[in-house]
């Protein structure tokens, strides 16, 4: 038996037509007083954490080349139990995410937020680089993965600036 799934598209002209019409103040503030507040419903920010954390079980057994029955081996448990947390079924303690947590080698934070506070995570990207003059290797960590550039300090083009550059660096090196 095949089923056949028809999507609803706008024609052409409907979709110029709402894309050329501008929201007014009334029509937003109407939008923004019927959105739902999930941040205020505790079934939706469980359902939110259990997510967010499935996700990040899985991505850490990606990143540590663990697969379900190696996990449910560290964690003492069976791989049912793994595929029902993996599911969202299972309903999660702290002492199961810090399981989780220590089986991967990862770490856990849990925190509450005033509403007007974020949480920012920038991943720490380090790399390599050679020191031109003198030849000393050296680590620069770049915290939002902008590229760093080495420049050879050895010519006399260079002005004063690049070469107290090249002696900061020196110095972290050492």
Not at 19 to 43: G, I, M, R, V
Request: proline share 5%; glycine share 2%.
């Amino acid at each position: 038996m095949t089923t056949h799934t028809k999507t609803n598209t706008l024609s052409p002209d409907m979709d110029a037509l709402l894309a050329a019409t501008p929201l007014t103040a009334d029509s937003q503030a109407a939008l923004t007083a019927a959105t739902p507040d999930f941040d205020k419903d505790p079934e939706f920010v469980a359902g939110h954490l259990r997510a967010q954390l499935v996700e990040d079980v899985y991505r850490a057994m990606a990143e540590t080349g663990l697969n379900k029955n190696t996990l449910a081996h560290k964690l003492h448990k069976t791989r049912q139990y793994v595929g029902r947390i993996l599911n969202e079924s299972a309903n999660f303690t702290f002492r199961t995410v810090s399981e989780l947590a220590c089986a991967l080698g990862w770490q856990v934070n849990v925190r509450l937020f005033a509403p007007d506070e974020r949480l920012s995570v920038i991943k720490t990207v380090t790399r390599t680089m050679k020191a031109l003059n003198p030849p000393t290797s050296f680590r620069i960590s770049n915290p939002i993965g902008q590229p760093v550039t080495c420049t050879d300090y050895r010519t006399d083009h260079h002005s004063l600036k690049n070469a107290e550059a090249a002696d900061e660096l020196t110095k972290i090196a050492a």
